[in-house]
């Protein structure tokens, strides 16, 4: 079926630095998604990409829509302690419905 | 605007027992999603559905798990003869309306996390 892969799977970084992950796939997806999730709590969406090469930032994050359509990345900048938490990336293969699928997560610990 | 709504946010089964799980979608959305996520993992889909039809259930188990969403009231989904795999997180999501293009956004509830014993 299809998987998303997702990298590095933890990291702990101290506030200030800047963070970068990526996500993989070995199928194209036409939409990809990035979810945070803190802990006990439902996931929720940052940031929407839609087209091959599409960079969007939302604040401090950025994120990029991988030409090959088969990537994705992450970035945030100068890391504060509320960036704790699980970041997910998810996708869907169709522009219209399809079922989103998520990928494993990068935990993300942020040092005071 | 209340968010989506999720109940119990904790329940606990012996296993073969029945798990009811509750959810309430965002005011004006009639799509409602179905997640479950283990331990250290992503969520997985599990069903899709509309105000009194399953749309996708492509996720669900064969057995044992079914889900529903009536006309009126909170959508549910249910486990019998629940198994110690059961244990998880479960989430809700719901959305408005598809429309060509652009992502339909799902909005998640905060989970039911069952124990089975």
């Known amino acids: 079926g299809q998987q998303l892969n997702q990298s590095p799977q933890s990291m702990f970084i101290q506030e200030g630095e800047d963070v970068s992950m990526n996500c993989t796939s070995s199928?194209?997806?036409?939409?990809w998604l990035w979810y945070k999730q803190d802990p006990g709590e439902g996931p929720v969406l940052l940031i929407a990409?839609?087209?091959?090469?599409e960079l969007t930032s939302n604040g401090r994050l950025t994120a990029q829509f991988g030409i090959t359509r088969k990537d994705s990345f992450l970035n945030i900048s100068a890391s504060i302690p509320s960036d704790v938490g699980i970041y997910f990336c998810?996708?869907?293969?169709?522009?219209?419905?399809?079922?989103?699928?998520f990928g494993p997560g990068t935990s993300l610990s942020v040092i005071p | 605007n209340a968010g989506v709504m999720q109940n119990p946010r904790h329940l606990v089964r012996r296993r073969g027992q029945e798990a009811r799980l509750r959810c309430s979608p965002m005011?004006?959305?009639?799509?409602v999603y179905w997640y479950r996520q283990l331990p250290e993992e992503g969520l997985k889909f599990m069903v899709y559905?509309?105000?009194?039809?399953?749309?996708?259930e492509s996720g669900m188990p064969k057995e044992r798990f079914s889900a529903e969403f009536p006309k009126e009231g909170p959508s549910i989904l249910r486990i019998q003869q629940v198994v110690r795999g059961d244990s998880a997180a479960y989430f809700c999501?719901?959305?408005?309306?598809?429309?060509?293009?652009?992502?339909?956004?799902?909005?998640f509830g905060p989970g039911t996390r069952l124990t089975v014993l």
């Open positions: 005011k004006g959305h009639s799509h």
């Open positions: 998810a996708g869907q293969r169709r522009t219209s419905y399809d079922k989103v699928i």
């Open positions: 199928s194209i997806f036409n939409t």
């Open positions: 990409l839609y087209k091959a090469g």
């Open positions: 559905l509309q105000k009194e039809n399953i749309i996708d």
């Open positions: 999501a719901s959305s408005p309306p598809w429309t060509s293009g652009g992502y339909n956004e799902q909005f």
